[in-house]
């Protein structure tokens, strides 16, 4: 009988610390999902601001080189629904407060793109904008 006590006794324990161990290995699997995932987003942040950095360095490139030659205009549509599109990608991967930086950027970009600002250099123009942005962006990602 004492030998059947220590049988189950130790097939009990025995169970327990299978248990005890295959739930820390599961939290630990867990852990490393949740920080993979952490990375891959962060790394899919930089890129898509890098892409709008970009872009916007695109358009503001086109903005000073204005010709209105058809081949400008077609460039210049190009560039700018790029830029949107980047901008709408940022509110699905930051916060509003990004967000809404990011969209006045393109819109002032937008602006001295088509004409140019009055009474102000198009870089005096962009420059509040732009300095916004990049520094919310580098506030999130700190």
């Known amino acids: 009988m004492a030998s059947m006590i220590g049988v189950v006794l130790g097939g009990g324990l025995s169970y327990l610390t299978q248990l005890t161990t295959q739930r820390q290995a ?3 699997e867990d852990k490393r999902q949740t ?3 952490a990375e891959a987003r962060r790394a899919e942040q930089l890129d898509l601001l890098r892409q709008f950095i970009q872009i916007s360095q695109r358009a503001e490139r086109l903005a000073e080189d204005r010709d209105g030659s058809s081949e400008w205009v077609t460039a210049a549509k190009n560039v700018m629904d790029d830029l949107w599109a980047c901008e709408r990608v940022i509110h699905i991967l930051f916060t509003p407060t990004l967000h809404e ?3 006045r950027y393109v819109k002032a970009t937008n ?4 004409e140019e600002p009055a ?3 198009m870089w005096d123009y962009l420059e509040g904008p732009k300095t916004n942005f990049l520094d919310v962006a ?3 990602l700190a």
Do not use: G, I, P, Y
Not at 111 to 114: C, G, I, T
């Open 26 to 28: 599961n939290r630990n």
């Open 35 to 37: 920080k993979a995932l």
């Open 101 to 103: 930086q990011a969209r």
């Open 111 to 114: 602006d001295v793109l088509w």
């Open 119 to 121: 009474d102000v250099s």
């Open 138 to 140: 580098r506030t999130e």
